[in-house]
């Protein structure tokens, strides 16, 4: 007796459509399959736009959700395969999905005041980076919300030069170090911002991922040099690591490490979202802009425009945050 094998071929997808409780997916070969939306839970706690936010990959063999970062294959469906995910991965995904909910929250729905500044410069850009925060967040291709999130950090940086700018110019009562070293303790992300901005203007410049991929980004330049020893440096999962032995070194210049999207904060030692950067750094700006103006020397606070002369930058609050 002999047998034989026959080579299945899969046929891919070449439409999705979801509803609350199903996932349907049109086929190739003219057939539809419908699953339970309940047998990925990270469709099941997507939102409805998030739902419709997706594409395919792979020839359309598989179909990935950019929001929810989903990945579903045609084969898996086929089989009647629910979501493979452990139920740790999971629930670290949604512990940051409610932290991001509860930001966009606040963001979306907020007054922000603007706050109170003897400098027209500060406001504008206060009201710029709360202005692009807002449309990164209700941007849905994952590209431009990049784009628009950069838009926002260049601002938040361009409050601190500003102030610095003032120092330098002998108006305020301590040097450029000195208030930069203020500002430091009181402003999240300082040295991460001032680094995304070194590298977007200054290197190579900054660029969206690519769709469907999962890019580890390290930017230097970085130098490994082995002695007597090995020298040796790797990214992992909570960040960039380096292994030294004998006399070996590692010399990097303000180098800069993203992973998936979101930037690595070396003062923490945390991947951050760029909508949290922006979020955080804009609360903290009031603060910082009055430690700022109390080092203002009597020429520095008078070098500005008054209340009187051009009402309209000042006061008020940015809405549709």
Request: aromatic content about 8%; hydrophobic content about 35%.
């Amino acid at each position: 007796m002999s047998s034989s094998t026959v080579e299945t071929k899969i046929p891919s997808a070449t439409q999705v459509h979801i509803s609350d409780d199903t996932l349907t997916v049109d086929l190739s070969d003219g057939r539809s399959i419908s699953v339970p939306l309940a047998w990925f839970p990270r469709l099941s706690h997507g939102n409805a736009s998030e739902r419709q936010n997706w594409r395919l990959i792979a020839g359309g063999l598989g179909i990935h959700w950019t929001d929810l970062d989903e990945d579903i294959s045609i084969e898996n469906m086929l089989a009647g395969q629910p979501s493979g995910e452990s139920q740790t991965s999971f629930k670290k995904w949604l512990d940051a999905r409610g932290s991001k909910d509860e930001l966009q929250g606040q963001v979306r729905n907020d007054a922000v005041p603007i706050p109170e500044t003897l400098h027209p410069g500060i406001r504008e850009h206060f009201i710029r980076a709360a202005l692009f925060n807002n449309l990164g967040m209700k941007t849905s291709d994952s590209a431009n919300k990049f784009r628009v999130f950069l838009a926002a950090i260049y601002s938040c940086r361009a409050m601190v030069e500003l102030m610095l700018d003032r120092a330098d110019r002998g108006e305020s009562t301590v040097t450029r170090d000195e208030l930069k070293e203020r500002l430091v303790q009181i402003l999240p992300y300082f040295n991460l911002i001032e680094r995304i901005r070194i590298h977007d203007f200054h290197r190579y410049g900054l660029i969206p991922n690519p769709p469907g991929l999962r890019v580890v980004m390290a930017l230097g330049p970085m130098k490994l040099t082995a002695n007597q020893g090995g020298a040796s440096w790797a990214y992992t999962a909570e960040g960039p690591t380096t292994t030294l032995t004998g006399k070996s070194g590692f010399k990097p210049q303000r180098p800069l490490y993203s992973a998936d999207g979101r930037f690595f904060d070396e003062d923490s030692k945390v991947h951050v979202e760029p909508n949290k950067i922006v979020v955080d750094y804009l609360k903290a700006i009031p603060a910082a802009i009055a430690e700022f103006e109390q080092l203002l020397t009597p020429d520095g606070r008078n070098a500005y425009p008054t209340p009187a002369l051009f009402p309209h930058m000042y006061g008020g609050e940015v809405r549709d945050l």
